[in-house]
């Protein structure tokens, strides 16, 4: 069992940055693809980022691509996200998700846990 929770998300004005903070509890070492995804209101839950915790490969939404970086501590019990160049469009709730066993990757969603969430408000 892997328990996350997410932190570090507010309210910024376009351009500004945010670091997300997703904790891992439980078994944490079982974890090899961690993501971070975003829904907002209205809007399906789209993939961000992921990272496979093993080799530290990510990969990026290419809406995010050059502005968001994803990535863990050594001890593998922390993931983040580095939000710059923040947009209005990148308003929504994000969430942490882990997987382990096969990674689903980005372009789905079938991670088997999940944080709760922590909002992002941007404003132009």
């Given amino acids: 069992q892997?328990?996350?929770v997410e932190s570090g998300g507010g309210?910024?004005?376009a351009g500004g940055s945010l670091r997300l903070?997703?904790?891992v509890s439980g078994?944490?070492?079982s974890s090899n693809c961690m993501g971070?995804?975003?829904q907002a209101?209205?809007?399906e839950r789209e993939g961000v980022a992921i990272i496979h915790t093993y080799d530290?490969?990510?990969f990026y939404a290419d809406s995010v691509k050059g502005r968001f970086t994803i990535s863990?501590?050594?001890a593998k019990n922390m993931v983040f996200l580095q939000m710059n160049s923040l947009k209005p469009e990148d308003t929504a709730m994000y969430s942490c998700a882990a997987a382990t066993g096969p990674c689903p990757g980005l372009m789905r969603s079938d991670y088997p846990y999940w944080g709760q969430g922590t909002q992002v408000t941007v404003s132009s």
């Fill in 41 to 43: 209101p209205g809007k």
């Fill in 72 to 74: 863990q501590n050594n």
């Fill in 27 to 29: 078994d944490t070492l």
């Fill in 36 to 38: 971070w995804y975003r």
């Fill in 56 to 58: 530290g490969r990510t």
């Fill in 2 to 4: 892997v328990q996350l």
């Fill in 21 to 23: 903070s997703c904790a």
């Fill in 11 to 13: 309210s910024v004005q």
